[in-house]
C-alpha cells in the first residue's frame, strides 16, 4: 500500500468547464470522490459493501481550496491520506495534482460509517476497521499537511 495514496490519472472532461473556461468548481468534488471510490476498496468499502452489509458512508463535512485552474483534458492524479479515524468516522486530507508536477486543490472531509437501515451512524465491522487501521499505519510517519484544520475567513489586523 502506497502512502500517500495516488489515484489513477484522470482527465478533466469537457463537459466539467465552465463559462470562465476552467474547471467548475462542483467537479474538482468529482474528482476527489473518483479518488476515494479507488481507495474505498482498500479500505472494505467496495462497490458490494452496502449491499452484503447495509452500510456506507456519507461525509459529514468536506472543505476544498482551489489553488490553481484546471482545464478540458488535463491529466491529473488525486492523492488520499487518512489523518485520524474511530469506529465510526475518518478524517482524509485529499489533493489534487496535475501531470505537471503542481497542486490544483486540496481537500479534507469527515466521513461517517452509517447503518442504513436507521440511517444512523455506527460502528464498522471489524474486518473494516482492521483495513481502516492499516492504511493509518501506513500513513501514520507521513507529515501531517499544512492546510489540514484549515479555517476560512477574512483576516483582519
Known amino acids: 500500500m502506497t502512502a500517500?495514496?495516488?489515484?489513477?490519472?484522470?482527465t478533466v472532461k469537457p463537459e466539467w468547464i465552465d463559462y470562465n473556461g476552467h474547471l467548475n468548481m462542483a467537479y474538482y468534488?468529482?474528482?476527489f470522490d473518483l479518488c476515494a471510490d479507488e481507495i474505498y476498496e482498500q479500505m472494505g468499502f467496495g462497490p458490494d459493501y452496502h449491499k452484503a452489509t447495509?452500510?456506507?458512508t456519507y461525509v459529514a463535512e468536506f472543505h476544498v481550496a482551489y489553488l490553481r485552474e484546471l482545464h478540458v483534458n488535463d491529466p491529473?492524479?488525486?492523492?488520499?491520506?487518512?489523518?485520524?479515524?474511530d469506529a465510526k468516522r475518518?478524517?482524509?486530507y485529499q489533493e489534487i495534482w496535475h501531470e505537471d508536477g503542481w497542486l490544483a486543490a486540496t481537500g479534507e472531509a469527515l466521513t461517517l460509517h452509517v447503518d442504513q437501515s436507521g440511517p444512523?451512524?455506527?460502528p464498522m465491522p471489524s474486518e473494516v476497521l482492521a483495513?481502516?487501521?492499516?492504511?493509518?499505519?501506513?500513513?501514520a510517519a507521513l507529515p501531517?499537511?499544512?492546510?489540514?484544520?484549515?479555517?476560512?475567513?477574512i483576516k483582519r489586523r
Open 4 to 10: 500517500p495514496f495516488r489515484s489513477s490519472t484522470l
Open 29 to 31: 468534488n468529482v474528482l
Open 54 to 56: 447495509g452500510n456506507t
Open 76 to 85: 491529473v492524479n488525486v492523492t488520499f491520506q487518512l489523518i485520524d479515524f
Open 90 to 92: 475518518f478524517h482524509s
Open 120 to 122: 444512523r451512524v455506527a
Open 131 to 139: 483495513k481502516v487501521t492499516a492504511l493509518h499505519a501506513a500513513h
Open 144 to 153: 501531517r499537511p499544512e492546510r489540514v484544520g484549515a479555517s476560512i475567513g
